[in-house]
């Protein structure tokens, strides 16, 4: 007979944790201040929470294990696979006997695979915080550490992490210190885990080529753009002064003439993927991620994180085909017994102001586990901002 399972484990998702935060990195909004995880971690061990990898959170939620008797489990994931998760991330959760599953795309691996100095190198007056403040990605050697600590899980983030155009409408043009990674990436992806602190990056796309609308490689049906309008374009706005203010209307108009050319005459679009290609492909993202994985170190990769959090059911489905227990996605989208989803939230800083983010940190909490009245607080504030609760 199934065990009773009690209140649901919440499971925090962060992605970036930083010294401070800085929108010309990478994803500046979804990077948490290290004075706020630090704040984080000492609630939870203050509160005698425990801390799981997912496996432990599956056999929960399925009824397979018990809570530990105090009721206080979560779990702690990771996003991306950023660098600062060794930096900073690794030796925080060692000082606090914490444990987190970092979900890594085996694309974004810095593949020259360096051990660079944290945080613990800092507190040992081995080196200066300036020196160990670094971007970029993890290296498979620094994943090997971690996961050896027995702190750390690497799950999978599907192959590539990265989005399509998916139709022609045009929604922009590449110019300076605007850098649509996506575009450049699928171009030149041998330099995407660089792309941080490369300053050629940006450059790899002329400025002035055409962007069109896109979405996750998971739930998009690639469309491919003809060669010669990217040019076309580039040379039309080739006199372009990047350094005055960004006006997409009238750069839109210089070119209009020729955008319409192109559509009218179908050669705007020169390739569609078909359901089948579409199939195949994300059927690699999902299989070749975990192959990867399971062989750089050495383990078992049994669940999968979404990026942009976008995914369908054949997506889902595939991943569990493929051997994956649980796949992450949003509670509108997951039966309430479908422990095959994995639902989580984040904790973002209150109005910069430390006492206040406690204080959300244990309502966002105790919400999640259906505390009375924070549950009821929470679905009345959904209600009347979103129109529905959840």
Request: net charge positive.
């Given at each position: 007979m199934p065990i009773q399972k009690k209140k649901p484990v919440p499971v925090i998702c962060y992605h970036s944790v930083a010294l401070s935060k800085n929108k010309n990195r990478h994803s500046g909004i979804m990077t948490l201040e290290l004075k706020y995880f630090e704040d984080h971690l000492k609630y939870l061990t203050g509160r005698k929470y425990r801390s799981i990898f997912l496996d432990e959170y599956y056999a929960v939620e399925k009824g397979e294990q018990s809570h530990p008797k105090d009721?206080?489990?979560?779990?702690?994931?990771?996003?991306?696979?950023?660098?600062?998760?060794?930096?900073?991330?690794?030796?925080?959760?060692?000082?606090?006997?914490?444990?987190a599953t970092i979900f890594v795309s085996p694309e974004f691996v810095d593949t020259r695979n360096p051990v660079r100095k944290?945080?613990?190198?800092?507190?040992?007056?081995?080196?200066?915080?300036?020196?160990?403040?670094?971007?970029?990605?993890?290296?498979?050697?620094?994943?090997?550490i971690m996961e050896k600590s027995g702190l750390v899980d690497i799950q999978s983030h599907t192959l590539s992490h990265t989005k399509y155009f998916i139709s022609d409408k045009l929604t922009g043009f590449h110019r300076p210190r605007a850098v649509p990674l996506y575009a450049i990436a699928n171009r030149h992806p041998h330099r995407k885990p660089y792309y941080i602190e490369d300053p050629q990056f940006e450059k790899l796309l002329p400025y002035g080529s055409p962007l069109f609308e896109e979405e996750s490689a998971i739930t998009a049906r690639r469309?491919?753009?003809?060669?010669?309008?990217?040019?076309?374009?580039?040379?039309?706005?080739?006199?372009?002064?990047?350094r005055s203010a960004y006006d997409f209307p009238a750069l839109f108009k210089k070119i209009e003439p020729l955008y319409k050319e192109y559509k009218e005459q179908g050669k705007l679009i020169v390739g569609k993927e078909s359901e089948a290609e579409y199939r195949d492909r994300v059927g690699r993202e999902i299989s070749f991620?975990?192959?990867?994985?399971?062989?750089?170190?050495?383990?078992?990769?049994?669940?999968?994180?979404?990026?942009?959090?976008?995914?369908?059911?054949?997506?889902?489905?595939?991943?569990?085909?493929?051997?994956?227990?649980?796949?992450?996605?949003?509670q509108e989208e997951c039966a309430p017994d479908d422990y095959s989803r994995i639902i989580r939230f984040g904790l973002k800083p209150c109005k910069n102001n430390r006492f206040l983010?406690?204080?959300?940190?244990?309502?966002?909490?105790?919400?999640?586990?259906g505390v009375f009245p924070y549950r009821l607080i929470d679905r009345i504030y959904n209600r009347i901002r979103y129109g529905k609760g959840t």
């Amino acid at each position: 007979m199934p065990i009773q399972k009690k209140k649901p484990v919440p499971v925090i998702c962060y992605h970036s944790v930083a010294l401070s935060k800085n929108k010309n990195r990478h994803s500046g909004i979804m990077t948490l201040e290290l004075k706020y995880f630090e704040d984080h971690l000492k609630y939870l061990t203050g509160r005698k929470y425990r801390s799981i990898f997912l496996d432990e959170y599956y056999a929960v939620e399925k009824g397979e294990q018990s809570h530990p008797k105090d009721q206080r489990a979560v779990c702690l994931t990771f996003d991306d696979g950023c660098l600062d998760n060794w930096i900073y991330v690794f030796p925080l959760l060692k000082k606090y006997h914490m444990k987190a599953t970092i979900f890594v795309s085996p694309e974004f691996v810095d593949t020259r695979n360096p051990v660079r100095k944290n945080l613990e190198a800092h507190w040992n007056n081995e080196a200066a915080l300036a020196e160990i403040d670094r971007w970029g990605f993890l290296s498979w050697e620094e994943m090997r550490i971690m996961e050896k600590s027995g702190l750390v899980d690497i799950q999978s983030h599907t192959l590539s992490h990265t989005k399509y155009f998916i139709s022609d409408k045009l929604t922009g043009f590449h110019r300076p210190r605007a850098v649509p990674l996506y575009a450049i990436a699928n171009r030149h992806p041998h330099r995407k885990p660089y792309y941080i602190e490369d300053p050629q990056f940006e450059k790899l796309l002329p400025y002035g080529s055409p962007l069109f609308e896109e979405e996750s490689a998971i739930t998009a049906r690639r469309v491919f753009i003809n060669e010669d309008f990217n040019r076309d374009v580039v040379e039309k706005l080739a006199n372009t002064d990047w350094r005055s203010a960004y006006d997409f209307p009238a750069l839109f108009k210089k070119i209009e003439p020729l955008y319409k050319e192109y559509k009218e005459q179908g050669k705007l679009i020169v390739g569609k993927e078909s359901e089948a290609e579409y199939r195949d492909r994300v059927g690699r993202e999902i299989s070749f991620a975990k192959e990867i994985i399971e062989k750089e170190l050495n383990k078992k990769v049994e669940f999968c994180c979404w990026p942009h959090g976008d995914n369908n059911e054949y997506a889902h489905r595939k991943a569990l085909e493929t051997g994956h227990l649980a796949t992450t996605g949003r509670q509108e989208e997951c039966a309430p017994d479908d422990y095959s989803r994995i639902i989580r939230f984040g904790l973002k800083p209150c109005k910069n102001n430390r006492f206040l983010s406690l204080l959300k940190t244990n309502y966002k909490v105790k919400s999640f586990q259906g505390v009375f009245p924070y549950r009821l607080i929470d679905r009345i504030y959904n209600r009347i901002r979103y129109g529905k609760g959840t």
